[in-house]
T-cell receptor, first 111, second 113 residues
Framework: DQQVKQNSPSLSVQEGRISILNCDYTNSMFDYFLWYKKYPAEGPTFLISISSIKDKNEDGRFTVFLNKSAKHLSLHIVPSQPGDSAVYFCAASERNTPLVFGKGTRLSVIA | NAGVTQTPKFQVLKTGQSMTLQCAQDMNHNSMYWYRQDPGMGLRLIYYSASEGTTDKGEVPNGYNVSRLNKREFSLRLESAAPSQTSVYFC????????????FGDGTRLSIL
């Protein structure tokens, strides 16, 4: 049973527009959520996180929104840049347990 | 600042051969992890070590063993490689709890013929 789902395998966005990547989860015990970015031939790198006590966290061009009642989170990138083209992984965890990752969404930002 | 270092970067094995993937981190992190990434499957946890001296199974442990040699090093061993173990393997580490952001190595691409 997949606890963290990223239902869009890919997304294409024009440079300068907003990119919205979505993630759904099934485990109501999850209390910490993260987004990772991965370029080809490199390891994933941590991008941004949010605790379940918040509904929004912002870091520069990146904002993560959490809707606990819907068990849904999203990552907004504004404005999108060609260098943002990568695979984005959503991850979630209960306190002090290993992260559970989604399958990833490949973002292509078109110049 | 090296972070998490994995060796080797590439390896080709024949079915039935054994192999140890090495991982070392220089961030003084307590927890270390091994993942595999397959097309369309995301990152799946093989084994993890919450702290030096402990190891636990993750989602897909069959066919693998691990050793937490010391705080810095966490190795993954394939005793008898199978084609189904062809994958990209990532090692990661984290500090102050397993639910904290993990730092990843650049991966080992392993092909088993």
């Amino acid at each position: 049973d997949q606890q963290v789902k990223q239902n869009s395998p890919s997304l294409s966005v024009q440079e300068g527009r907003i990119s919205i990547l979505n993630c759904d989860y099934t485990n109501s015990m999850f209390d910490y959520f993260l987004w990772y970015k991965k370029y080809p031939a490199e390891g994933p790198t941590f991008l941004i996180s949010i605790s379940s006590i918040k509904d929004k966290n912002e870091d520069g061009r990146f904002t993560v929104f959490l809707n606990k009642s819907a068990k849904h989170l999203s990552l907004h990138i504004v404005p999108s840049q060609p260098g943002d083209s990568a695979v984005y992984f959503c991850a979630a965890s209960e306190r002090n347990t290993p992260l559970v990752f989604g399958k990833g969404t490949r973002l292509s930002v078109i110049a | 600042n090296a972070g998490v270092t994995q060796t080797p970067k590439f390896q080709v094995l024949k079915t039935g051969q054994s192999m140890t993937l090495q991982c070392a981190q220089d961030m003084n992190h307590n927890s270390m992890y091994w993942y595999r990434q397959d097309p369309g499957m995301g990152l799946r946890l093989i084994y993890y070590s919450a702290s030096e001296g402990t190891t636990d199974k993750g989602e897909v442990p069959n066919g693998y063993n691990v050793s937490r040699l010391n705080k810095r090093e966490f190795s993954l061993r394939l005793e008898s490689a199978a084609p189904s173990q062809t994958s990209v393997y990532f090692c990661a580490s984290s500090d102050a709890g397993m639910d904290q952001p993990q730092h990843f190595g650049d991966g080992t691409r392993l092909s088993i013929l």
